[in-house]
């Protein structure tokens, strides 16, 4: 994985994108799981992938910092990290 992860890095833009063109497939023919809410991803349309770490709070645009979420899960939690997102998930509750 570690490997896999090094060599992303080295991919240039236009190879990354693709590459995310890729996964966003690949996760598709999977059952999955939104990773903010929990809830499942029941159609195509609903899945994204969040920057769990926020980009503009230093998350990587690695495998390992995107995650299956909910189109509308992802866009409310905009560029929170996941501690704050989860604390304000669990006062709405
Ligand atoms: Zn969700």
Redesign the pocket.
């Known amino acids: 994985m570690a490997r896999f992860i090094k060599s992303y890095e080295l991919l240039d833009d236009f190879n990354k994108k693709k590459y995310l063109a890729t996964l966003l497939r690949i996760l598709r023919n999977k059952a999955l799981y939104?990773r903010?809410?929990?809830?499942r991803?029941e159609k195509d349309k609903e899945l994204s992938l969040d920057h769990f770490i926020p980009k503009s709070r230093g998350g990587e645009n690695s495998v390992i910092n995107l995650v299956p979420?909910?189109y509308?899960?992802n866009n409310a939690k905009g560029a929170m990290m996941p501690a704050e997102w989860f604390n304000r998930k669990e006062k709405m509750l």
């Open positions: 939104c903010l809410c929990g809830e991803i979420s909910h509308d899960c």
